[in-house]
């Protein structure tokens, strides 16, 4: 197998993307990436990240290449978890990452990086994209969206099975609270 073939297979189940930490994991040189990169096999889209121009696009994209520019233990948080399931009728000017320590990382305008302690039990990935549960994110949104909007989108996080209806009774007592 070619190192375009290693690198194209793991890319397609992380919507086109791959880091250069990715490579070192998968066996492939890093300067393969580069050479990739040089003959317009793979875009560099920022330090240490690429992505196949030719791989299947989705609307998971963007919440993905947001969680890999800011870096390793990055995660979704707050309203994007909600759009990121089409959840409260939320549509973020910018794509919220929650990172455990300070992030070096340039990031473009469309990103904003908060820091934040979350336990591991309230950390997840959905479709390969680390973020908060979506159990977590409705009462970290409270100053965000409004409340109406969080108990409906926690129903239907509740019907579609992200959320477990003990977790719902919880959140709608928290949100309740806010009144």
Request: with cysteine.
């Amino acid at each position: 197998m070619t190192y375009r073939a290693v690198l194209w297979d793991f890319a397609l189940d992380n919507h086109g993307y791959v880091t250069t930490q990715d490579a070192r994991e998968l066996g492939v040189p890093s300067i393969e990436l580069a050479k990739l990169a040089a003959r317009s096999k793979l875009t560099n889209v920022s330090y240490g990240l690429y992505r196949f121009g030719d791989a299947p696009t989705s609307r998971f994209d963007q919440y993905h290449e947001a969680v890999l520019r800011v870096g390793p233990g990055a995660h979704l948080t707050r309203d994007a978890v909600l759009s990121l399931h089409e959840l409260a009728l939320v549509n973020p000017r910018r794509i919220r990452v929650g990172v455990p320590r300070r992030s070096r990382a340039a990031v473009p305008e469309w990103i904003e990086v908060a820091r934040e302690h979350i336990p591991a039990a309230e950390l997840t990935t959905y479709d390969n994209i680390p973020s908060v549960t979506v159990a977590r994110a409705p009462a970290d949104c409270r100053e965000l969206v409004m409340t109406e909007r969080l108990l409906q989108a926690l129903d239907e996080a509740t019907r579609r099975g992200l959320v477990r209806r003990g977790d719902r009774r919880r959140l709608v007592e928290i949100l309740s609270t806010d009144r």
